[in-house]
C-alpha cells in the first residue's frame, strides 16, 4: 500500500456516532473538527504481524472495516487502529502515528459483499487480566456506506490504487481500555464465513 487513511467519527447513526465521541471525550480526547474526518497515516504502520510493540501501557485497539483499492479493484478487509490514548488527548492526528496498524491477510472483494453490506459484523475480543472478553461488536448499518465514504474522502474520482482506508469503529463495552491482547473479525453471516486476526501487544518501557 502507498497510502493510508483512518476515517473517523463514520457513524450513519448521530447518537451512535456522539457516543463514541463522549466516550473519548470521558479520556480528554477533544471532539473533531468534522465528522467524517480524514487522518493521513505512514502506510509503513500497516503490519500483518501477531504482535506490535507500543510505548507505555496507554494503547489500545479498535476494530475497524477496512477498504482497499489495488489493482485496479476495490476490497474489503478487518484491521485495527491501535492507538496511544494519552497521545490523543492532545493531538489526534500525531497519536494515530505513534502505534502499528495491524490489519488481517485475508481480504474480500467489495463486490460481492456491497449487496449485503449492513448484515456484515465487526467483532473484537480484548485480553485484559487475563481474561478474553467482548470489547466491540456491531454490524455495518451503524456506518457510513463505502460510495459515501470514499466519495466524501476522495472526491468523485475515487479512492487512487494503492490506498487503504479504515472506515471506523463501534464504542468499546466497558469503555476503552489497554489489552495485553486483542482479536479482531469481520464476519459475512450471509455468505457463511468470517476473516479473523489478533495480535499481542508488548509494552515498551518509558524512561523519560
Known sequence: MKDLVIAGWTGRDPVARDKHIAELEELGVPRPASTPIYYRVAASRLVT?????????????????????????????VGSDHTDRKVETYNITVSKQMCDKPIAPEVWLLDDVLPHW???VLR?????????????????????????LIER???????PDGTL??????AAKGGIRPASRFD????????????????EIVSLPILG
Open 49 to 77: 504481524a501477531t504482535s506490535i510493540e507500543a510505548s507505555g501501557g496507554e494503547s489500545s485497539g479498535e476494530v475497524e472495516f477496512a477498504l482497499i483499492r489495488a489493482g485496479g479493484k476495490s476490497y474489503v478487509g
Open 118 to 120: 449492513d448484515s456484515l
Open 124 to 148: 473484537s475480543f480484548a485480553t485484559i487480566d487475563g481474561k478474553r472478553e467482548l470489547y466491540q461488536e456491531g454490524t455495518l448499518t451503524g456506518m457510513l456506506p463505502p460510495a459515501e
Open 153 to 159: 474522502g476522495f472526491g468523485k474520482a475515487g479512492m
Open 165 to 170: 482506508m479504515f472506515g471506523g469503529t463501534f
Open 184 to 199: 479482531y473479525e469481520i464476519a459475512d453471516p450471509v455468505l457463511n464465513r468470517t476473516i479473523t486476526h489478533g495480535y
